[in-house]
């Protein structure tokens, strides 16, 4: 309860994101689910001991999980569990889109599960642009938006790509010596660093953010996944002199 005063009074916005192995969707293993239906619960318990009301306003975050590569069967098994959790959790669990083709975009949480069960579902800017799902990020935005009820502020997810990080980086060290960015192959300890950091997956967080948020004119809760935590919001603010209200980061 003490925590929860302390946030409460210093006006701090609380959510927690479970890790991707609480699946409610597994197609083969039951234990699994039971696991992640008492995790899953402990975090709600977690909110009650701090003295928060159920709500959405302390928000736990989730994916799905994989597809399984049935779309349709996975959602009705998320779904048929779903039903199991206790009216605490279920009136704080959210749903997030996902950075692979192959699993849940934007457009398919809101078919598959907030018309079927009315759950938000959280925007990550990052993931869309791996899975669109043929929605701009605006509409991709909106109709995420949607699924908020009235009252509760829109949550976001704001992250860059780690791979693009390092090779600005790499880009900006060539300008400075007057160097190509081909040149730093012939070069034995640069080009081991360019092979490495080459390598590092398009979808893995930056440290820092540099491009501005897109916010579309809404008002939204913005969550910032970047390696650096609050050093990273710190120089994002520092970058665009941040100080709009409509926008929490």
């Given at each position: 309860?003490?925590?929860?005063?302390?946030?409460?009074?210093?006006?701090?916005?609380?959510?927690?994101?479970p890790g991707p192995f609480h699946v409610l969707g597994s197609p083969t293993s039951e234990e699994l689910v039971n696991k992640t239906i008492i995790g899953l619960e402990r975090h709600s318990e977690l909110f009650d001991l701090m003295g928060f009301e159920p709500?959405?306003?302390?928000?736990?975050?989730i994916h799905v999980a994989g597809a399984?590569?049935?779309?349709t069967g996975t959602a009705k098994r998320w779904i048929k569990n779903w039903h199991r959790l206790s009216d605490?959790?279920?009136?704080?669990l959210v749903l997030e889109n996902d950075d692979k083709a192959s699993m849940w975009s934007t457009r398919m949480l809101y078919n598959y599960f907030?018309?079927?069960i009315g759950i938000p579902i959280t925007f990550d800017y990052h993931h869309h642009t791996f899975h669109p799902d043929e929605l701009s990020e605006h509409e991709a935005l909106d109709m995420a938006g949607s699924t908020w009820p009235k009252g509760i502020r829109q949550c976001t997810h704001y992250s860059e790509s780690r791979r693009r990080e390092k090779r600005n980086a790499l880009l900006e060290m060539?300008?400075?010596?007057?160097l190509s960015f081909d040149e730093l192959d012939e070069l034995p300890k640069l080009g081991k660093l360019k092979a490495r950091w080459m390598k590092i997956r398009e979808q893995a967080h930056s440290d820092y953010i540099i491009d501005e948020i897109q916010t579309y004119g809404k008002e939204l809760d913005?969550?910032?996944?970047?390696?650096?935590k609050e050093?990273?919001?710190?120089?994002?603010?520092?970058?665009?002199?941040?100080?709009?209200?409509?926008?929490?980061v």
């Open positions: 309860m003490e925590c929860g005063n302390y946030a409460r009074a210093n006006g701090m916005r609380i959510t927690t994101h709500s959405f306003e302390n928000k736990i975050n399984y590569g049935d779309h605490n959790l279920k009136s704080r907030h018309k079927e060539c300008e400075e010596n007057n913005i969550v910032v996944e970047a390696k650096a050093l990273a919001v710190l120089k994002y603010r520092d970058i665009y002199q941040y100080n709009n209200k409509k926008v929490l």
